[in-house]
């Protein structure tokens, strides 16, 4: 028997979509501005916000084309690493929502990102019943996304000099913004410094992309071998 | 360089597969304390990795941004806001001439 998945549940997801959205939107303003700044048009722009729909991925992607060192092995490893965290939130989230069944619970997740992914979980676990939910969160996020970039690419192509509106850096102050709220524990510096000391080793010898991809797998790694078997924190 | 269209379709794979991987393997994998550590670090790794980096590449004026931005997350709890006003402080201090 197959979960519900109704107009009801959707719109539920969707007016917490809706208070995600504006902060969604100046992200998406940000990536914008720096896709201008790399030379992307509009409409690149656009389809790689629809197709990556990650901030950070697409970020990552942008530094590594600004660098002139995309290719396409680089250009996969960093969205893989920048993204790996959705194998958890797939993970996390697959009891739930597999009641769906498969082509909504599939349809559900190409939506998944950050800040919907909490909210749903945070839902299921007061008892939200409705997997249209996720989706419902996920449309207004999508349409934020789309829009804040489809406005900061226009506006970033007319700028004089994006360092001038300190859009060069967007990606590392959403990172360190970022990573100051993730850290929520002394242990959860450990992976921080592991990262930050493998992008400055690799990164200067290597080129700051695969220093973005080592700092991935540094901390991933230590992260590993340091966890307690058996305990899942 | 590789072609805009064969750059979008690796990046496009990728997220996909991340979107889909855990969802599917759950139905054969066992939960392991070790992968979800990996998993839960790797973000966080990737971001310091990112900020070291601009800090090392950069001056005053990017320490400043993303010293405030930090600060400013750890305060608000808004990292949007926390960053996109780093951003705001970097413009104002590169326009104050530093």
């Known amino acids: 028997m197959t979960a519900p998945f109704s107009a009801a549940g959707f719109r539920r997801g ?21 896709a201008a700044q790399a030379g992307l048009s509009w409409a690149w722009a656009l389809a790689m916000s629809v197709t990556v729909f990650s901030g950070s991925a697409q970020l990552a992607a942008l530094s590594l084309i600004q660098a002139g060192e995309a290719t396409l092995m680089t250009l996969a490893a960093t969205v893989l690493v920048m993204n790996a965290r959705y194998l958890l939130f797939g993970a996390a989230i697959q009891p739930w929502l597999s009641q769906a069944g498969p082509l909504r619970a599939f349809s ?49 192509a007319v700028l004089p000099d994006p360092r001038a509106f300190g859009a060069d850096l967007a990606l590392p102050a959403f ?23 493998a992008a ?13 991809v080592a700092a991935g797998l540094a901390g991933g790694a230590v992260a590993a071998l340091t966890a307690r078997p058996g305990v899942i924190r | 360089m590789p072609s805009m269209t064969l750059m979008l379709l690796v990046m496009t ?14 139905r ?17 790794a990737v971001m310091a990795g990112i900020t070291a980096q601009a800090l090392a ?13 930090v600060a400013l997350s750890l305060w608000t709890r808004n990292d949007v806001g926390a960053a996109v006003a780093a951003m705001a402080l970097a413009a104002g201090l590169r326009w104050a001439g530093l």
């Open chain 1, 14 to 34: 969707a007016r917490v979509g809706l208070a995600l959205s504006a902060a969604i939107f100046i992200y998406g303003l940000a990536f914008g501005l720096v």
């Open chain 1, 108 to 156: 559900s997740l190409l939506l998944i990102g950050d800040a919907n992914w909490i909210a749903t979980m945070r839902a299921a676990e007061k008892g939200e019943a409705d997997r249209a939910f996720l989706i419902g969160t996920g449309v207004p996020l999508v349409g934020a996304w789309l829009g804040g970039t489809l406005v900061g690419v226009i506006f970033g």
């Open chain 1, 175 to 197: 990172a360190a913004a970022m990573m100051a709220a993730m850290v929520r524990s002394r242990a959860a510096l450990v992976p921080v410094a592991v990262g930050a000391a």
């Open chain 1, 200 to 212: 400055l080793a690799v990164g200067p010898f290597a080129g700051p992309g695969w220093g973005i």
């Open chain 2, 13 to 26: 794979l990728a997220a996909l597969f991340c979107r889909m991987a855990g969802y599917v393997a759950m």
């Open chain 2, 28 to 44: 054969f994998l066992p939960p392991s304390a070790r992968l979800d550590a990996a998993l839960k670090a790797t973000p966080l």
């Open chain 2, 57 to 69: 590449a950069g001056a005053l004026v990017e320490s400043l941004a993303l010293g405030a931005a």
